[in-house]
């Protein structure tokens, strides 16, 4: 929501006939102080949000895409794979240059290649659960040290404002 000119204009004037002339630059300055204390909490609470909550899990994330690499590696050579087999099978019974055609030889070989990239699949799911876990379980210990450290800073801050009190000798 923005506020034009029209708008301000319109709340100075009400603030005037309120306030009145002798009032107004003495609450104007206090409002000023309170926008400027607003703005420091606001800070402040965006400083400890970003140092409590999201680095915090940007550094549980980065091992997880490191995880995922090898997988996605993978991923990137059995797609490759299957365009060759693909390629492979899109060329048996085609006359080659020689004049012959090609041989069973070449698909057995593409085969073998296809059934080996297979088997790597076939164990990444398993891997990348074991990954999943190990994960879930440090941002389990990363969430109770941030609930440890809000304790204490609330404690802190308890203990402060009680040592403010007077004490009665």
């Known amino acids: 929501m923005k506020i034009g000119f029209q708008e301000l204009l319109i709340v100075f004037i009400v603030a005037l006939v309120v306030v009145g002339p002798d009032k107004l630059p003495y609450y104007a ?15 402040e609470a965006t400083k400890e949000i ?27 050579e059995v797609k490759g794979s299957v365009n060759e087999v693909k390629a492979s099978f899109s060329d048996i019974g085609k006359p ?14 593409v085969t073998e ?3 080996n990239e297979s088997e ?14 190990k994960q879930d379980n440090a941002t389990e210990n990363l969430q ?9 800073q609330t404690e802190l801050k308890n203990g402060s404002a009680n040592s403010e009190e007077p004490c009665e000798a």
């Open 113 to 115: 290649h296809s059934q």
């Open 96 to 109: 080659v240059k020689n004049g012959g055609f090609q041989r069973k030889e070449k698909t057995e070989s």
């Open 50 to 76: 970003r140092e409590n909550v999201v680095e915090p899990l940007q550094e549980a994330q980065r091992p997880l895409r490191e995880a995922m690499e090898p997988f996605d590696e993978i991923s990137r």
């Open 29 to 43: 300055k206090k409002f000023g102080q309170a926008m400027a204390q607003f703005k420091k909490y606001t800070a």
């Open 120 to 133: 790597k699949l076939q164990n990444a799911p398993e891997d990348l659960h074991n990954e999943s876990k």
């Open 144 to 152: 109770s040290e941030s609930i440890d450290s809000m304790d204490i």
